[in-house]
């Protein structure tokens, strides 16, 4: 299968560059795509000429609209991770848009009570306890599956799991999902990958307005963002893979900026703290500095989406990489945690950070000392650390429109909309708290 590859070419904890230009273009394919997928589009229906529409042939059409439909619910899809964040978003969203959905597998080595609410509705859901860094359990899992979505993962930048335990789960479990997809034959791949594949590198360089092919110096030495541009990697090698019954395996790999939305621990945390404070955060961090954000809601339609659409149109989907954006603003990340956070009544201090930033970073180096002092005694992992720091303190923020050039990605929810459900649920939050 030829695959045009628009992702980094080099390692991913070296350097790497980005370069290279779409070979297809996007808008033409959307056209054909609309053309063929009849099933799932009003534009089918439309086009029927509604002049001949006797009682006969409606009651035809009726007949063969219901045996389309039996037959397209015939998918199914396996979801790693589906208990975490994003994971219940994506569940719930497939769950939601995915007409062609018989059955989904929630695959997660905590399977949250939630699940059971699910299991009343049409599509078949099968909730899976099970480790990703063990082979045959992910292979068990997968059998019989169309499609798996890889989001399980260990997110930790604030050093709570060693990096061999990171490296396990992200780089050994895809790669188990990967051999999986062979053995059982199961032909399409979306990786959730994440922004910091790219950056902020450890020289602290901006990423200002990026897109997929802006080129930047990918320098990584923090355990997670290298497992997950390992991991990332791994998946875009794997894309043309033959897998059993001899079809090409297809992969992709989505790549969020800072997710938030309903279910987000740090936002939970960075309240918790506010309100430990008497109701005030201190700036930090230059407010000119800005970071990257998307509604957790739009991340988890994209997905769908991508699931979708590799389907369709594997040639030119195949072996690429995609951030995942919306209309959120560009904003310095305390800026930004202030649409939510002001109105559950906490107050951002200082229109300059009250510390400078020399003293930030030494604060930062006496958290990761300690961490390493007490971890025979105890865990200590505070927000602040100095990986953390450089990454608030680097602008990162992306512009693209690849997603909806190669499978016509809109955002599901305006800013507005995503602002307004993140708020109702920290005050859902704020009042069970109480
Ligand atoms: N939260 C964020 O801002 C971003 C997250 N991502 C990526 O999105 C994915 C999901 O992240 P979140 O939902 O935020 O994290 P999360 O920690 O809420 O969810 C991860 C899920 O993976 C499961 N998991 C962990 N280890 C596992 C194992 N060994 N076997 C099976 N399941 C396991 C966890 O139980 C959890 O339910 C991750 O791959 C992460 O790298 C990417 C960019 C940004
Ligand atoms: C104490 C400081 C002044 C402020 C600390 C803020 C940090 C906790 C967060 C700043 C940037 C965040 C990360 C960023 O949004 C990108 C991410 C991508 C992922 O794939 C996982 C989460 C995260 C690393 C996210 C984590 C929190 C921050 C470091």
Known sequence: MPVERSGHQGGPCGKSRRGGVEAVPGMARREEQAEGDNHLSLAGNERRPALVASLGTLGLWLQQDMADSAQAQKLVYLVTGGCGFLGEHVVRMLLQQEPRLRELRIFDLHLGPWLEELKTGPVQVTAIQGDVTQAHEVAAAMAGAHVVIHMAGLVDVFGRASPETIHAVNVQGTKNVIEACVQTGTQFLVYTSSMEVVGPNIKGHPFYRGNEDTPYEAVHRHPYPCSKALAEQLVLEANGRKVRGGLPLVTCALRPTGIYGEGHQIMRDIYHQGLRLGGRLFRAIPASVEHGRVYVGNVAWMHVLVARELQQRAALMGGQVYFCYDKSPYKSYEDFNMEFLGPCGLRLVGTRPLLPYWL?????????????????????????????????????????????????????????????RTIRWMQTMDSSAQ
């Open 360 to 420: 930030l970073m030494l604060l930062a180096a006496l958290n990761a000392l300690l961490q390493w002092l007490l971890r025979p005694l105890l865990l200590y992992a505070p927000l602040l650390n100095p990986y953390t720091l450089a990454m608030a303190n680097t602008t990162f923020t992306v512009s693209t429109n690849k997603a909806q050039r190669h499978f016509g990605y809109e955002p599901l929810f305006s800013w507005e909309e995503s602002r307004t």
